[in-house]
């Protein structure tokens, strides 16, 4: 460490026990419970770049003392890959804060990796621009974070995940070289090195600014809830929505349990059965057609319509689920199955993870929810949502439990023809499962890590890497 720390000269270093544990944890249950037991995962130090440079000179400095290097964004990842498991350091990326140009015709905006999600759409919001990536995570999570875990904003369905919102990069590499990804978003110039880093998790470089497409704030929105008999009705009717051309801004198709946990509970409204919620934005007489021919599509395929209010008080509300009462606390086990298939295949997996959920694990007191909120034209993915209130007092048999969960359900997933995550990424969690989710591709993501990163320091063992 001594020679890593001579290297890096005077970039600003923390090594004092409350700083390092303030940045050790992301919100991975597990690293959770290992620290309330006073096994917390931490690394030796946390480094704070101020600038690239010093990223990309820390990265080197890494690779050549073999010290792993954890970055970190706003610490909100819900996989791990912010823990430093293997020690090394946290690299906290929160100094790279700046916000550097707003091209009002080419509606992009360049930030730094470090700039807050929260304050980049405030900052947007007013000079009349949307950033129209809002994950539940918007107050948490960092312009890097977003495109390192790959996440997914509640107005996917319209605007898609942000590896479409993306015009162009900068990335440190281990090598110590900062690489600017090619300027355009679309072209003809070879592959798009954009996507080697998003959703990388920070095991083959540092995202250390982006260039984001951005939109005008929504002239209009509209709100309207959506009845259904089943979950199988619900999707087949919105599928042909979405495969008619119509773009609902946010979609969410509730199973009964969702509706009473998500919507009944929290909003405190008497609500049950199978719903969706869907929102819609856009100029104003778009956003009415729309939501017409959206209306009778559905209606006319077994949906009911239901009116607008309790949409928007959803909207009004939609944090209100990720804080006391709503929030699971430890010693609670809790996750999110989040897997994605195509529209034959993700009714049959999400139900074949149900029922293992609740043949194994009711004797925990399982709640085992389900909504389906990010919408494709070619299938949609499901928040398989679990709450284990009653788990065993030993934390390491519940610690077996939770990672058996991960195990059995990647295994389920995989069986059906679905794919492990959809937007929270891979991290800890999920690692074990990157070999099987790859098949005979894994190899290659494998040399491609060796190439960027030969020493192996970057954020080790995530992603399965
Ligand atoms: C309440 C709550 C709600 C959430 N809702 C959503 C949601 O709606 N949609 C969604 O997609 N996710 C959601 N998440 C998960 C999480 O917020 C996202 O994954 C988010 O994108 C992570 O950003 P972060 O800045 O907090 O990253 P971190 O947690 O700090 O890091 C995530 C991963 O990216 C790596 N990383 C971070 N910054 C960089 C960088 N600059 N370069 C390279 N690697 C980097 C880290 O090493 C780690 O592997 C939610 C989480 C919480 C706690």
């Known amino acids: 460490m001594q020679g890593f720390l001579d290297r890096i000269g005077d970039v600003p270093v923390l090594t004092d026990a409350e700083g390092i544990r303030e940045r050790s944890l992301d919100t991975y249950w597990k690293a959770a419970a290992l620290a309330r037991d006073g096994r917390a995962l931490l690394p030796d130090a946390i480094v704070r770049p101020r600038t690239a440079e010093e990223v990309a000179s820390t990265l080197a400095a890494a690779a050549a003392e073999g010290v792993p290097v954890v970055p970190r964004g706003g610490g909100s990842g819900s996989q791990g890959g912010a823990v430093a498991d293997a020690g090394g350091i946290v690299l906290d990326l929160s100094a790279l804060d700046e916000i550097l140009e707003l091209d009002t015709s080419a509606l992009t905006v360049r930030a730094q990796a470090?700039?807050?999600g929260l304050r980049l759409e405030e900052w947007l919001g007013e000079q009349g621009y949307a950033f129209p990536h809002y994950p539940a995570s918007l107050h948490l999570a960092q312009v890097?974070?977003?495109?390192?875990a790959k996440g997914s904003g509640?107005?996917?369905?319209?605007?898609?995940?942000i590896e479409d919102l993306v015009a162009s990069m900068e990335v440190a590499l281990p090598s110590g070289e900062l690489a600017r990804t090619v300027p355009i978003p679309r072209h003809a110039v070879g592959p798009d090195l954009n996507q080697l880093f998003i959703g990388s998790e920070g095991t083959m470089g540092v995202i250390t600014e982006a260039t984001l497409l951005v939109t005008p704030a929504p002239e209009h929105r509209s709100f309207r809830v959506v009845g259904f008999e089943d979950l199988a009705t619900g999707i087949d009717a919105m599928r042909r929505v979405?495969?008619?051309g119509w773009r609902p801004a946010a979609v969410r198709l509730h199973d009964p349990e969702a509706t009473r946990m998500n919507l009944a509970r929290v909003l405190d409204v008497d609500v049950s059965g199978v719903k969706l919620v869907l929102v819609f934005d856009g100029p104003k007489p778009l956003v009415e057609t729309e939501e017409r021919e959206v209306l009778r599509s559905l209606t006319a395929n077994g949906g009911v319509d239901e009116g607008p209010d309790l949409a928007a008080t959803w909207w009004e509300n939609r944090f209100r689920i990720y804080y006391p009462p709503f929030r699971p606390e430890l010693p609670s086990i809790w996750g999110t199955i989040d897997l994605a298939a195509t529209f034959g295949r993700i009714l049959p997996a999400f139900e074949a993870v149900r029922e293992m959920m609740l043949a194994e694990y009711s004797r925990y007191g399982l709640v085992f929810t389900g909504h389906f909120s990010h919408w494709y034209t070619w299938g949609t993915m499901v928040y398989g949502r679990f709450v284990l209130e009653e788990p065993p007092d030993d934390v390491d048999a519940?610690?077996?439990i939770y990672d058996e969960?991960?195990?059995?359900?990647?295994?389920?997933i995989l069986r059906e023809g679905a794919v492990i995550n959809d937007h929270h990424g891979v991290g800890l969690k999920l690692a074990d499962d990157m070999a099987a989710q790859y098949g005979s591709a894994w190899p290659l993501l494998e040399n491609i890590k060796r190439t960027l990163d030969p020493t192996g320091t970057m954020n080790p063992g995530k992603l399965g890497l």
Do not use: D
Request: charged content about 15%; cysteine-free.
């Open 144 to 148: 890097g974070g977003y495109l390192a």
């Open 405 to 412: 969960i991960w195990r059995r359900s990647s295994e389920v």
């Open 242 to 244: 979405l495969q008619a």
């Open 114 to 116: 470090g700039v807050p």
């Open 154 to 161: 509640v107005l996917s369905t319209k605007y898609g995940k």
């Open 398 to 400: 519940a610690i077996a």
